[in-house]
């Protein structure tokens, strides 16, 4: 760190001459931001708005930190260092220029590198609105696979970086997804809540897009909650022309070969008359597309800028040039620009714009080139990265519930955490489109920030467990629990082990450990004995080559009853005696058909085949046939031998017919029972590599399937594509149900798009949906629903059927930049396997609301493990420390959620005094999903924490950076009515009225003070 | 032009934060430049100079325009004026930067676009040594096809240029020859009296390299010119390292891959301990090749600094990290340096340098790698440069001795031949080894140039014709005479010729007129009839495609007689009748051997096979028997079918086999001669494809042999390289000689190297040596010799023999950039014919010199025709117009060329009052060339010229950019003597004195101005 700093000494030195123009630049800093610093227009021209800008990966071909400096530029010549460097210094150079910067995770990187003059320097270059944040999230999130809640956190990290560093010059006034490989409508809704007034986009479907270009309808207010939370979530949505590139010939980037305007007469090549002449027809086809005489061109594209002067030399040529034209009677006027400035312009022009009310899934660009495939890609780390979200919000909780401060580093722990979160959201990774090495990189970042959120877990107990000064064992974490392994259950004969659960009600949760012994004794924390079952782990999991090295034989399984966001510590000690009710009957499904079934529901399996049957709901007596099949598509190869075009990729799903193949029809020597007191499983085995477990809990009123697939075999030289299907014989009218991002519904029809005629002959992979945590399936009677631990791409392609598309290996590079097959492998250098969750319902419609909302909260919000090696029992344990500990003095509406609980300030700024919280209450419900749940709720938070009381409240925009009685919103007129820029602001509650009210999908975000 | 201006005011007014800037940079203007300016350095250290560079072609894979505006990028990343804009600022931003530039050519084009205040700026930074010309030619010549009249001038051009706009601080210091293939001693000797401190370059033989690296004498004093200027022409010269590129791993440009320097212990990917350790591991190993401890490292390669700050953001980081290990003890020290620095550093050394006398020809980086290809790649391109010279010379002294004015606009006119000729003088330009399109360009360049200075011409004549007020005709010019081809002498029945001599003495000249009649009159400047004979044009010469439209079928030949520095108008009339004198005889040669002879030689051709025989001095009865055969070498395809190493191609020449194939023996049956009162003809067709017209002038001394070749056909699939070789029988124990650029000889033994013992498998290509103007054979007492008419490769393989080759064809890239094979084709898509010539003469030793120095001005220094469709006869025309006109009073001594006169001052300075010329005169003779000649020579130069009398003379180095008594060169110690910093300005006459003395090869220039 020294080293450092004697870089930025010798730094300064040498910049002495900069520094003077640095200064310069810095006492005009004393200028405007927003809308008022634009550049002017000229009324009755067409104002082409030039939009300076770079797109800049967090991670994609390369890691997120080689883009940052540049590294590994033979794979991709890309540096964001260079980009930041050589823009300001030609923002510096001219107050008529202007740029946007988005990824707030390399502009951090950056500004931590600068010295305090060029941080003056640039936010003189922020007040002067020259340069100005777009989006402002620590990355551009993809919206398909993203969950909100991490949506949420990683733009609230961006813009308090923002909001800390820049204060509300820094505050982006536009949302920028410009890459995202189709438009999410509960992203859009959570925008507006952010108090964005518009977003821009770049990738639309071909056909919309053409649609909406004849009937200029590019433009438009998009209705993000039209069901729910109505005007509030209006968003002004703009669709890009020409994706986020320049006009074709126009880009002079170091990375484009178009040719330079060359305007000396004196020199060959003369090209300055054609280039204009190019650039104003360019002009009147886009103008064809749009509504007002504004048109916005982003001139920029990937990484583009890292030789900033070579893309703002010539655009000084083409304004000059093309404006030059004026005087000759042209109706054309080039003027640099920014998104918000363009935004502020069309909302100038006070038209009437269409609405749009469904979202923008599945994408394709062309016939043959549907993007539902990234909807499933790197199964593994798409669940690794929505199981960190989990801790995440644990390391968060306990940090604010512990107050931990300066002293115990947990800031700086959790950012570690947040910005590898943060990361993970971008479009390029937890939708598994990067490279490999790349994946890998994530999965790192994420496992570092698990450990050091693992210390801040371990520091909040160590303040949260001591009843006097006793200081409590070190925790241990397990974080391979999905494959039965973990050191501190399998090496310890007797352990502990605490639970925290981040809901702020009460829950029981099931607990499986693995161990080596046949038979344990548990105890709760108030000494009583709690019922457990020992099952033999199965071969399946036991052949995992990532498992290698443990020694558990065993699973030890038993449920544990937690309080509201608290924890309890439970002790587990290995019995010599063997305890007869833990035992697990082990046996081989034979002829008959067998079923498992507990306290709500039944399953059956068919005694020849070893597959599911039928699945009956014992409470309403709904019962339905259900089939399961694991079947698979074979990823088309491509057309052309020497693109490949179009592969089934890493972002395409093209399957090579439209049939899905089956596996062997009949499981029946393979399958196994498993039956005890506490849990009824089924073990299947549909071929040497897809495997799944069926397990009816204890009075679980859902089925739990998990599923094990890998390695898929590739030595037939053909890409495979793992399903599973669901049956039911429901009658459903080509219609089913997804989520967005794990909160709203969204009514999908097959072969139908709300807004176009629809046609493709990509059957298939044109009807994959996003499915972030639930889909199903009704008869407007009876509700099947299955729901996800991860995201999934999906579908009904018959009625009364579901499919979920579960892993990926693939051959083919799909084409579109990542240069790779998207085919990953495990520790043995063979497929990747990978394991995951369904969880079923059968019930009625009305019932099955309450039963998937409280269940995505539960799966996403799971209680965190850990462990001791303490040898000590639950007398001497509850003497020195708190074990059944709740932070919450009652537990909250069943339909509330508190989404976040954090202390916040950013990762450097938190004075001990008055460090302010950022609470986030939610309405997890939708308008008429259960008639008492669905109504609004109100409750009141002064109170609400054991540890601390709430001293003062202000309600702040969604994503944290701007009192909401501060957020005023541009208004838009619809052909039904005009948008209502003031429907945020209308619920603000007075600062010392404590009482909260959400509506159903409402989310309010406080910070909050401590008495 | 307009426009442009337009563009500057308005970049004006954008970039007022920037001006600035450059005012307060600009104010600091008044520093120290040149060896003043240098950073320390630290005694007691290894100092690591540090020298920011970039090696702009001046045209190769792209045009020289295409270069600077960055341009047809896909074809190669490069665009100068991003490179000088980007550096600028660079060092705008610290002082201890350094960065130098060296094409002058770019630097122009860059210039003229800038406001004034970015050129007050930029001085500022030359005239604190901050950005540094260095060489500061227009361009960086090839040094091994170029002429010395062409290397003079294209400096001079581009050091007035420095001087013009910088004064002395823009003086360059250092000559900077690091890409060109081989370097050639009289290019050092050249320097040598420019002024220039030392030489430093890239490209040495790779055995030359290891040799010099292991006894540490990678530095060196050069002899340039040991046996005739002595100590004036030494010049210390340097091999770089590692070519002209940075260490491996720390090339910081957009167009390299080199990891950055990652000093972020936050982030992945730290390396700057590795780099660190990297970078003084490299120095260790450099240190053991050189002398001093002081070692230069180009940071830079071909076009790079497109963004500057990429390379300086991590130099910064590299001085920083290396030279804080000095507190750890390290003794390596790093700055920011230029060549000049580093050489100063040399100089200050104080140590005894070793010497070399001869040159680095030929230059091979691999055992299979020798680049003597180039020597003849584009035989017509590398003609046309050599013509274009000589019509370069005519038109600069018409220009002078006609006085001509701003308003006639001759200056601008002159100045684009001029450039023309500059950049036609870059090491990938008449060098061959550009891709053809950029061949185009070279060729289009130098036509529009010849078009400017016919314009001249006209203008002069216009001036100098009239004897009273009348206007002369138009002059017209005949650029095809070489093919036979000329609309003013085919289309006109009556026509004049005016012909200019830009000798300093009278000379008879052979003209050769294509028509379409078969009998003229000619009348003289006097009225006298001049002897005329007209052959008919063959049938080789009417197939040329080139030539299509022609209309001529006859030529006609004549000599006239010519004044000195001056013009001969003559008349040409078409006569009705039959003239019989003028007639030739034409026959086929049947089985009697045949000679041709005049009152000097004699060459007799077998009668069986066509082929010559003998030859004989009629004057001294020298006789040899002669055979002369074209061949070939099939080009190598390389071994490699994937990189095709190594081939032989438009660089490299690699026969497949050593032996050279002979084409059909016998040419019996195709042999024609030709007979007439003035030329004796042998018309020899040795395949489709080559032929050869052998011609003896009444009263030459010379044999001409005119070979015509191509199209070379390669629908074998094989590359062909054409020779023609000598076979005489002289005992020449393995030596000839070579001229180097046209003017001192070089003795070469073959598979011999003055410097280390060479070792070889390629017996032909390394024996292979660039032959500018002659090549000639003695055994002591009868000599050979053959001159060309262009740069061309040869050797002596066999005692007694010289081969020259002629043309080359082929097929495949050689891998070393260019990225096309060298196939050039001709206006009929086939392969391109070319057509030269070969002048023989056969004396003794002590009379060859003068023939050949004789010989050499007169075919580069050749009498210019222009005609008119006047039907004026000579009294009428001689009544109006000087018909017969000379510039000197007296001729010069015969050993004296006038190698200059030119109007000087640049292309916008003239002050019509005091208008200086530029004046070179040159001894053509070297010591013991010839008993008379060789001595000095002195002659009165005040009253020389006709048109004006010289009022004052200051002698100036050779490129014209210091008066020689302002010179004081650095000297340099080696095991014999003291280099002599004042040999050069000793000789400095008093101005009042305009006595001219000059010892042999010596080159006097002198700025003059005029009573």
Not at 512 to 539: A, M
Not at 728 to 733: D, E, N, P, R, V
Request: hydrophobic content about 35%; some cysteine.
């Amino acid at each position: 760190m020294n080293k450092l700093r004697v870089n930025k000494g010798f730094a300064m030195e040498r910049f002495s001459v900069l520094c003077i123009v640095i200064l310069i630049t810095g006492c005009q800093a004393a200028g405007k931001c927003g809308y008022e610093s634009c550049n002017p227009v000229k009324d009755g021209m067409i104002n082409v708005h030039l939009v300076p800008h770079t797109h800049d990966d967090v991670g994609w071909l390369k890691t997120v930190d080689q883009y940052y400096y540049g590294d590994k530029n033979h794979i991709q010549n890309a540096g964001v260092q260079y980009i930041l460097d050589s823009v300001i210094q030609q923002l510096f150079a001219d107050k008529n220029k202007r740029f946007i910067y988005v990824e707030v995770a390399f502009f951090a990187r950056w500004w931590r590198q600068q010295h305090d003059s060029m941080r003056h320097a640039v936010k003189g270059l922020v007040n002067q609105g020259r340069l100005e944040f777009i989006l402002g999230g620590w990355s551009m999130d993809d919206e398909a696979t993203t969950h909100y809640n991490a949506i949420i956190d990683e733009h609230s990290l961006g813009l308090e970086f923002l909001r800390q560093n820049f204060g509300d010059c820094g505050r982006p006034r536009v949302a920028w997804q410009i890459d995202p490989f189709g438009h999410s409508r509960e992203q859009a809704s959570l925008f507006a809540h952010m108090g964005y007034d518009g977003l821009f986009f770049g990738r639309v479907d071909y056909q919309d897009k053409f649609n909406r270009a004849i009937t200029k309808s590019m433009e438009m207010v998009w209705q993000g909650s039209p069901n729910n939370l109505g005007p509030s979530s209006d968003l002004f949505s703009g669709v890009l022309y020409h994706g986020y590139n320049p006009p074709p010939g126009f880009c002079w980037d170091t990375l484009c070969t178009d040719d330079p305007i060359m305007d000396d007469e004196d020199m060959e090549g003369y090209n300055a008359d054609q280039k204009t002449q190019d650039f104003l027809n360019y002009t009147k086809y886009q103008s064809m597309a749009y509504a007002t005489d504004h048109l916005m061109m982003t001139m920029g594209s990937d990484f583009n800028y890292q030789n900033a002067h070579m893309w703002f030399k010539n655009m000084d040529k083409l304004i000059s040039l093309v404006n030059a034209q004026q005087k000759k009677g042209s109706k054309v006027n080039l003027l640099y620009s920014t998104p918000s400035c363009y935004l502020y312009q069309l909302n100038r022009a006070n038209k009437t714009w269409p609405t749009k009310s469904d979202d923008f899934f599945p994408y394709a660009h062309l016939p043959h080139a549907y993007w539902s495939g990234f909807y499933t890609s790197r199964p593994t780390l798409k669940g690794y990265v929505r199981q960190t979200n989990n801790f995440l919000q644990v390391c968060k909780q306990l940090d604010a519930l512990a107050k931990l401060e300066d002293s115990d580093n947990s800031t700086l722990n959790i950012q570690v955490l947040k910005e590898a979160m943060g990361v993970a959201q971008h479009h390029d990774a937890v939708s598994g489109t990067e490279k490999q090495a790349v994946a890998y990189d994530y999965a790192m970042r994420l496992s570092r920030g698990n450990y050091e959120c693992q210390k801040v877990v371990n520091d909040a107990y160590k303040k949260l467990f001591p009843k006097q000064k006793e200081v409590p064992p070190n925790q241990m974490f397990c974080n391979l629990l999905n494959i039965s392994m973990c050191q501190a259950t399998e090496n310890n004969k007797q352990f502990t082990m605490t639970v925290y659960n981040p809901l702020g009600r009460a829950v029981s949760h099931w607990v499986r450990l693995p161990v080596i012994g046949k038979s344990y004794v548990i105890t709760d924390p108030n000494g009583k004995s709690v019922p457990s079952q020992v099952l033999p782990i199965s071969n399946v999991t036991k052949n995992i080559p990532e498992r290698k090295g443990s020694l558990a034989e065993n699973e030890l399984v038993f449920q544990v009853a937690l309080p509201s966001l608290g924890f309890s510590t439970f002790f587990i000690k290995m019995s010599q005696q063997s305890i007869k009710k833990q035992r697990s009957v082990v046996g081989q499904i034979d002829k008959a058909d067998i079923s498992i079934k507990n306290q709500h529901l039944s399953l059956m399996f068919d005694g020849n085949t070893g597959m599911l049957k039928s699945m009956k709901n014992l409470n309403s007596g709904a019962s339905i046939p259900l089939q399961q099949t694991f079947q698979y598509y074979i990823g088309h190869p491509g057309n052309s031998s020497v693109k490949r075009f179009q592969a089934s990729g890493a972002y395409v799903f093209r399957p090579l017919t439209s049939a899905s193949l089956d596996f062997q029809p009949t499981l029946k020597k393979k399958t196994l029972y498993v039956q005890g007191q506490l849990v009824q499983e089924i073990w299947q085995q549909f071929s040497p590599w897809v495997s799944q477990v069926v397990r009816l809990y204890d009075q679980a009123k859902y089925a739990e399937l998990e599923w094990t697939v890998g390695p898929i075999p590739v030595n037939d030289g053909k890409g495979k594509e793992v399903i599973t299907k669901y049956s039911t014989g429901l009658q459903t009218s080509g219609v089913f149900y997804t989520d967005a991002n794990g909160r709203e519904i969204l009514k999908r029809v097959r072969n139908h798009r709300a807004t176009w005629q629809l046609k493709t002959s990509e059957p298939v992979a044109a009807n994959y949906y996003p499915i972030n945590s639930r889909v199903y399936i009704n008869d407007n009677k009876t509700q099947f629903t299955v729901m996800t631990d991860r995201s999934q791409g999906g579908s009904s392609l018959q009625d009364g059927n579901i499919e979920v598309m579960l892993h990926r290996r693939l051959l083919y590079d799909d084409n579109l930049g990542v240069g790779e097959a998207l085919n990953e492998t495990g520790a043995d250098g063979k497929g990747l396997i990978a394991r995951g969750k369904h969880y079923l319902f059968l019930d009625t419609v009305q019932n099955s609301g309450a039963l998937h909302r409280e269940m995505g909260l539960r799966l996403y919000m799971a209680p965190s493990l850990s462990f001791t090696n303490s040898q000590m029992k639950q007398q001497e344990w509850s003497q020195k420390f708190y074990s059944n500990w709740s932070g919450l003095k009652s537990p909250l509406p069943d339909n509330v959620h508190m989404l976040t609980l954090e202390q916040w300030g950013g990762p450097t700024i938190r004075p001990s005094a008055t460090q302010p919280f950022l609470v986030r209450f939610e309405h997890i419900y939708e308008k008429g999903e259960n008639s008492a749940l669905s109504k609004p709720v109100k409750f009141l938070a002064k109170d609400l924490f054991v540890p601390f009381s709430i001293k003062t409240m202000e309600e702040l925009t969604l994503g944290a950076n701007l009192p909401l009685a501060d957020l005023k919103r541009l208004q838009w007129k619809t052909k039904d009515y005009t948008t209502d820029s003031e429907a945020v602001r209308r619920r603000i509650q007075a600062a010392d009225n404590f009482t909260v009210i959400l509506n159903p999908m409402e989310i309010r975000t406080f910070q909050v003070t401590l008495t």
